[in-house]
């Protein structure tokens, strides 16, 4: 076994994990925008908001 030999194998792990990092991270930056889009916008939030008024309401009722 040669030099060359010994370091392709590490080279090649290299590869292999720098291509798999490279393709998570373009897979997570495909996906944000995908789950990002299915929050409710500020309108939306705007008009889910409900404010009821219990001043008159004794405490210890129900």
């Known amino acids: 076994m ?8 590490t080279r090649r792990d290299f590869l292999y994990y720098a291509t798999a990092g490279t ?3 373009a897979v997570g ?5 995908l789950v990002n889009q299915m929050n ?3 309108d939306v939030k705007a008009l889910s908001s409900i404010r009821v008024d219990v001043s008159g309401i ?3 009722r129900s």
């Open 58 to 60: 004794e405490p210890g």
């Open 23 to 25: 393709g998570a991270v």
């Open 2 to 9: 040669s030099q060359a030999e010994d370091h392709a194998g």
């Open 29 to 33: 930056a495909a996906v944000w925008p």
């Open 40 to 42: 409710p916008s500020a």
